[in-house]
């Protein structure tokens, strides 16, 4: 499976197009077909036959495949922002026995929490977690191993304390190198090494993982909201504190999520407003197992409700009022930002996409060169780009590997 999200037919056309300088009225009447059904395959409301598309391809100079996106050919160049992981899948796929000596306790909880740290804050996470996490897995497999069988249940229970942090880690990080495969797997183990130490906290914490798995799987959405629900239920009746207030929110907007994407905006309102804000007075600004939730994480969803029920103007006014700066957290600092470029993509101000992508690009390349979204927005933007910015739109799609 390729680390690389893969692009739409219609997006391989128009960047085929935009690559030769070809005008869309001239690649048309050449390939027999009207301007607006080439334009209607390129934002991928209309798929070609068999028969355009062999037209199209032979036009544009490339195989058939390439406009499929399985051409099968290696890329010409390689981008460490888009490669590597290799080795973190091994060592999950692999058994990792029983250590001879086995790590202590709060070697591993050091290790874990510097891997978070990396995996929230670096610009450049995914090829710094990838040198990181092998071993990590390893070590802390074969301890969790070793300590089944021993006396010591005080440090066996904060060994498993540990795996299902990591577990949490992976989760997120196989999800975005491609392989939502493993997220499950991972999220699995987080759950049952949660449960093993009997940690309420960490339960519903593996649970809001587990959610967010489902959420990346079209059509599970309301699967991903009862498992969020449930777990939010459930930890309300065995603990009561601050820190209990941020998972429950975190899980809460797992439900809203899931109410946004299955087109029901107004139910994502309401659980905001008497769900998720509540708890967010509570918790204050938060972290609680890498969750990072409140009241600016509750205004990221709300800028993403609106974005996906395409009210863009309202959108923009609820950016405005939202400060990032103070996030523990890269990805939510990204994806305010991609969220802000879409707004103005929604309502065609390319100046204003083309700052927010290279503000992107800056703050965190590595996830904008796996961002689908974000890769769609520049194919989109190159489409469009005039004489006056075409150069920086290019340099974006270059180093994006799109061009």
Request: glycine share 8%; proline share 5%.
């Amino acid at each position: 499976m390729t680390d690389l999200p893969g692009l739409p037919t219609g997006a391989l056309v128009r960047a085929a197009c935009w690559r030769d300088g070809r005008a869309q009225a001239a690649v048309a009447g050449l390939c027999g077909i009207s301007t607006d059904y080439l334009s209607q395959i390129e934002r991928g409301r209309r798929k070609p036959s068999r028969d355009v598309l062999a037209r199209l391809a032979a036009e544009l100079g490339v195989a058939v495949g390439t406009l499929l996106g399985d051409d099968g050919t290696p890329p010409a160049r390689t981008d460490p922002a888009v490669t590597g992981g290799a080795d973190v899948v091994q060592a999950l796929l692999r058994r990792n026995d029983a250590c001879l000596r086995p790590s202590p306790a709060h070697e591993l909880r050091d290790r874990v929490e510097r891997a978070w740290k990396v995996w929230q804050s670096s610009p450049a996470r995914f090829t710094e977690a990838g040198t990181i996490l092998p071993g990590l897995v390893r070590d802390t497999e074969g301890t969790v191993r070793a300590l089944r069988t021993g006396t010591d249940t005080g440090e066996r229970r904060e060994v498993l304390r540990v795996a299902a942090d990591l577990y949490g880690l992976l989760r997120s990080y196989c999800r975005r190198i491609g392989r939502p495969d493993l997220s499950m797997v991972v999220a699995d183990r987080a759950v049952r090494a949660a449960e093993d130490a009997d940690d309420p906290l960490r339960i519903a914490a593996a649970q809001w993982n587990l959610g967010h798995v489902l959420l990346s799987q079209p059509g599970r959405e309301q699967e991903a909201a009862g498992v969020a629900i449930d777990a939010s239920r459930d930890l309300a009746a065995m603990v009561d504190s601050p820190g209990a207030a941020a998972v429950r929110g975190a899980l809460e907007l797992v439900a809203v999520v899931a109410d946004a994407r299955g087109r029901r905006p107004w139910a994502a309102r309401e659980r905001l407003t008497t769900g998720a804000v509540p708890l967010a007075r509570r918790s204050g600004e938060s972290n609680v197992l890498w969750t990072v939730f409140g009241p600016t994480n509750v205004a990221l969803h709300a800028l993403s409700v609106e974005i996906t029920a395409g009210d863009a103007v309202e959108g923009l006014r609820m950016a405005d009022r939202i400060d990032v700066s103070s996030l523990p957290s890269r990805e939510r600092q990204f994806t305010f930002g991609l969220d802000v470029a879409r707004c103005y993509d929604l309502r065609r101000d390319d100046a204003a996409v083309l700052v927010h992508l290279l503000e992107l690009e800056d703050l965190a390349p590595e996830d904008l060169a796996r961002s689908p979204l974000g890769r769609q927005i520049v194919i989109d933007l190159m489409h469009r780009a005039r004489p006056t910015y075409r150069r920086q739109v290019t340099g974006i799609a270059e180093r994006l590997h799109l061009v």
